[in-house]
């Protein structure tokens, strides 16, 4: 037999940078490959090369026995190799049919028009065919959340039933049944005898879905795994080039928190997402809110920190302050990590320090008004530091940073100017386990500080493990609250998500 | 060790993208002195020309830097210069006063800009509908003073003894250098200039931390009419008169001084306020090159097209490097 696709010497640099450095891949008929590594390993950039988003340096590739020299994604695409790529992969000023076949739009010009409706019936037929139900063409990109989104991308993919389809930490986005329309994607990739490169943080979803295992480690590839070979210690291991042995979630299982109210959410109704809400939030404790994508909890994120305003109800702090927009939230110490990082977290094509330093103004300005380099630097540095950033230096662009370095950055700016109030929404996504133990020590700590912590996740292990207080939401409605206890059990949880 | 040479390799780089529109507008000084003197054209009186013409520029498309940072524009403020100056000119002649005749035109000037940016921002009117509103209005209001005062002269004016003993360069340069230092301060060292920037880079995302958009959009409106009050200012010290055709091309001129400057139009964190000096000179000069070697020959108006190509090549070239950064990951 021969692989699909093979990939050797690779080796691909930016400026100093060895994101590659002689890497050798190759895919086989019917296999799924897992790539894994840490922040800034090359996953991205290997996979990449491949779907033809990038260049490599040197090296060369085969694909189906021929020289593989894409021209561009849309190019490898045509040809065979689709990937979805790990940040926003669809434009979203236009609508979802335009999006699937943007590269294509010829197909359905009548007389020099374009037949929207021919356009829209197509694109639904693509929705459908992945089983994505209620999502039509004719929607404006702009009007669906981040997991739609990737479901169009996915469906623009598989629509043009690629050879080797590469999913780049795409399930973090996903809730539970984004994540089972994709699994029953790449099952039948595997059944008929394709091939999918798979990229993900998450150890036990990449051994669940994945034959085989390439660990990378700075641009290098440290070694294969076989399905049999599987096991979490040794795979963790390997990546991280030293020991870091089982759980990394919080050890005690006792809930706790201090008396203070630090902000309080009264009957919240918006539209279907919140259907009469209360919530307090004590400072001195971890609220993880868990649920289905659209459940609802995403929106209250937005609305405790003023960003999306409720039809009724209201978010009042401990002083009695009602939070009505971002600069009442920021100003009583809430902080706020979105979870469409690239768009709503970080300007892209502006430096890691403006990044940090917008949020932090106040902690170093000179009397309000001015701000110099003297003060600002270190501030900077210092969130760099502590939250330790893969990157050249303070003033590289956060586009070229890897998916998990842009969040730590992301991290530092809300940590930076000490948040009393956390508002995390999906904060691990991406994320590499590394990044992830540093992270829930943090949240640990600043619990422990006194501080407010409140976790929207689509991850159930990590909501276990770290809140005091778990709430489940559906459809816009609090269904049930566990408190911390080592007897939880997630089979019990999830009956009230669905 | 590789870090900083990267470090190195990066600083590089911007230096190189901060000395290409100096070293740009330094050759087109050059080419000047020779088109002038190959032409055998006093050479003293076309540096006089462009002087002049390009502080006038260079102030106004400063103050517009605030704008463009936002990534948004405003043609209109040509139009906002004619008519403050005028409105400036009427208020002389009816006190003799220069002190009010200055705080008139720097008024006049900010409320218009204020009066666009709360258009645009608060009434959410779509900016290229405001601007070219504002354009359209303000010339017109302008013209119609113009020209019912003037009579058959075409114009009207203050006595030009009045500004006379401003007329010289060591003040208009002052001037240029005070006001440029100021909007470098506040551009670069204040909360209000990181703020603006950062919101030119992703306003989702500035919103989201806190920063008020509306509030920073009139704040850059506010300080754009503090450039186009001194341009109104500069334009009758050199001429003490207005026409309705005064100041009339700034608006675009703007546009296309900031680009040669090294600004991407887009705005955000590498907005410059020396794009507007350097660019605002530099455009200056190549249009009176243009002028020289083109319109005295042949038809008029290939100069403009002229200038149109080059604009459009500097947009090219520095959106390409802008965009091959721009990797989803
Ligand atoms: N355009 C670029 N400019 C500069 N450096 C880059 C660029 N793209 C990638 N890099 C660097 O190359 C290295 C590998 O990045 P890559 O995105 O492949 O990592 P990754 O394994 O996908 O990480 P993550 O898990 O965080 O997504 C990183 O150090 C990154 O900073
Ligand atoms: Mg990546």
Not at chain 1, 121 to 137: C, F, P, Q, T
Not at chain 1, 179 to 200: M, N, P, Q, T
């Amino acid at each position: 037999m021969e692989p699909i696709l093979e990939m050797k010497h690779i080796r691909k640099t930016f400026s100093s940078t060895v994101a590659l450095g002689d890497v050798s891949l190759e895919v086989w008929p019917g296999e799924v490959r897992g790539l894994i590594g840490e922040n800034g390993s090359g996953k991205s950039t290997i996979s990449s090369i491949a779907a033809g988003m990038q260049k490599a340096d040197s090296g060369e590739m085969v694909f189906q026995g021929k020289p593989w020299n894409p021209k561009s994604m849309i190019d490898a695409l045509q040809h065979g190799v689709g990937m979805i790529v790990q940040e926003s992969g669809t434009i979203s000023g236009v609508t979802v049919a335009e999006n699937i076949f943007l590269a294509e739009l010829g197909q359905f010009k009548k007389l020099g028009i374009i037949d929207r409706r021919a356009m829209n019936k197509k694109a639904d037929e693509a929705l459908r065919a992945i089983g994505v139900n209620d999502v039509h063409g004719s929607t404006p990109l702009a009007a669906l959340d981040f997991q739609t989104r990737k479901l169009v991308e996915i469906a623009k993919v598989v629509m043009k039933q690629p050879r080797i389809l590469v999913v780049d930490e795409t399930t973090t986005a996903l809730s539970q049944n984004g994540r089972d329309i994709l699994y029953d994607i790449i099952k039948r990739f595997r059944k008929e005898g394709k091939a999918v490169l798979f990229i993900s943080h998450d150890l036990e979803e990449i051994m669940e879905v994945c034959d085989t295992l390439t660990v990378l480690r700075d641009g290098a590839r440290i070694r294969d795994f076989r399905k049999e070979e599987f096991d979490p210690d040794a795979i963790r291991t390997s990546m991280i080039g030293r020991e870091l042995q089982g759980d990394y979630y919080r050890g005690d299982f006792t809930p706790s928190r201090l008396d203070e109210v630090a902000l309080r959410a009264e009957h919240l109704r918006s539209g279907d997402a919140l259907k009469d809400v209360s919530i307090d939030f004590h400072r001195g404790e971890i609220v993880g809110i868990g649920g289905l994508s659209h459940c609802g909890m995403h929106t209250l994120g937005k609305i405790l920190f003023g960003a999306e305003h409720p039809e009724a109800g209201s978010v009042t702090t401990a002083d009695g302050t009602k939070i009505t927009n971002e600069t009442a939230a920021m100003k009583h110490g809430i902080g706020y990590v979105a979870k469409d990082r690239d768009v709503e977290s970080l300007a892209l094509n502006t430096s890691i320090r403006d990044n940090i330093a917008i949020a932090g103004m106040e902690r170093y300005a000179i009397g309000n008004f001015l701000v110099t380099g003297l003060k600002e630097r270190p501030y900077v540095d210092a969130q760099i530091k502590s939250l330790s950033v893969k990157c050249s230096d303070r003033d590289q662009l956060v586009s070229q940073l890897s998916g998990g370095n842009k969040q730590r950055v992301v991290f530092g700016k809300w940590i930076g100017r000490g948040s009393e109030i956390l508002i995390l929404d999906c904060p691990t996504r991406g994320v590499d386990i590394g990044v992830k133990k540093a992270m829930y020590e943090l949240m640990d700590q600043l619990k422990r500080e006194g501080k407010a912590i409140i976790m929207i996740s689509e991850e159930l292990p990590e909501l276990m493990g770290m809140a005091d207080r778990l709430i489940i939401m559906k459809d816009g409605v609090i269904m049930k609250e566990f408190a911390r206890s080592r007897e939880l059990s997630d089979a019990e949880i999830i009956k009230y998500m669905i | 060790m590789a870090q900083t040479k990267l470090t190195k390799k990066n600083r590089l780089r911007e230096l190189l993208v901060t000395l290409l529109p100096i070293a740009a507008l330094l050759i087109l000084f050059g080419v000047l002195c020779m088109v002038v003197s190959s032409r055998g054209y006093r050479l003293d009186m076309y540096l006089r020309i462009i002087f002049n013409e390009g502080v006038v520029l260079a102030v106004v498309a400063t103050g517009a830097i605030f704008i463009y940072s936002l990534g948004s524009f405003d043609i209109s403020l040509g139009a906002s210069t004619l008519f403050s100056a005028t409105i400036g000119v009427l208020v002389y002649n009816s006190t003799q006063s220069l002190p009010l005749m200055i705080l008139t035109i720097f008024g006049v000037a900010v409320g218009c800009s204020l009066l666009s940016s709360v258009l645009a921002s608060v009434f959410h009117i779509p900016v290229f509908v405001t601007t070219v509103a504002m354009m359209s209005v303000l010339s017109a209001v302008a013209a119609q003073i113009i020209t019912t005062k003037g009579g058959a002269l075409g114009g009207i004016g203050i006595p030009a003894a009045v500004v006379e003993p401003l007329d010289n360069l060591p003040f208009k340069l002052a001037v240029l250098a005070v006001f440029a230092v100021l909007c470098v301060f506040v551009f670069n060292f204040t909360k209000i200039g990181r703020r603006l920037k950062f919101l030119g880079s992703n306003p989702v995302c500035a919103k989201l931390s806190g920063i008020k958009v509306n509030v920073y959009a009139i704040i850059a409106f506010v300080m754009a009419g503090l450039g186009v009050g001194l341009g109104a200012f500069l334009t009758l010290v050199y001429t003490p008169s207005v026409t309705p055709t005064t100041a009339g091309s700034i608006g675009m001129n703007i546009l296309v001084a900031i680009v040669f400057g090294g600004m991407p139009i887009s705005g955000g964190s590498r907005s410059r306020i020396y794009a507007a000096i350097v660019g605002g000179f530099s455009y200056i000069l190549l249009n009176n090159i243009l002028k020289i070697v083109i319109d005295s020959g042949a038809g008029y108006g290939i100069s403009q097209i002229v200038s149109a190509v080059f604009f459009l090549a500097v947009v090219y070239v520095t959106s390409m490097n802008y965009r091959t950064k721009l990797l989803p990951r």
